[in-house]
């Protein structure tokens, strides 16, 4: 029923940026804090950024300050991950999620590789 579609991930430059979307559904989006998560190949996955329900208030990883921006659009059911100045470190598979009654939910990810 639940469902987190990640979308809008691709090979960037350096420098470059990209802006990622997650589409949910099966659940009353506007009720919950939405986050996005990475994971780089042979590393953990980390929190990257967090947005209240009515987008608020944000909070951000220190890796990423001042060039990732969380938002959402409660209308479209929809929460988004502008990346600037990316950077080869950035190189993930990002994934959207949310927490609910101590269950958390997660999509299938969607690759952004930052590379020359």
């Known amino acids: 029923q639940v469902q987190l579609v990640e979308s809008g991930g691709g090979l960037v430059q350096p420098g470059g940026s990209l802006r990622l979307s997650c589409a949910a559904s099966?659940?009353?989006?506007?009720?919950?804090?939405m986050s996005w998560y990475r994971q780089a190949p042979g590393e953990e996955r980390e929190l990257v950024a967090t947005?209240?329900?009515?987008?608020?208030?944000?909070n951000y990883a220190d890796s990423v300050k001042g060039r990732f921006t969380i938002s959402r659009d409660n209308a479209k059911n929809t929460v988004y991950l502008q990346m600037n100045s990316l950077k080869p470190e950035d190189t993930a598979v990002y994934y959207c999620?949310?927490?609910?009654?101590?269950?958390?939910?997660w999509g299938k990810g969607t690759l952004v590789t930052v590379s020359s």
């Open positions: 999620t949310y927490l609910r009654v101590g269950v958390r939910y």
């Open positions: 099966g659940f009353i989006f506007s009720n919950y804090v």
């Open positions: 947005i209240t329900s009515a987008g608020g208030n944000t």
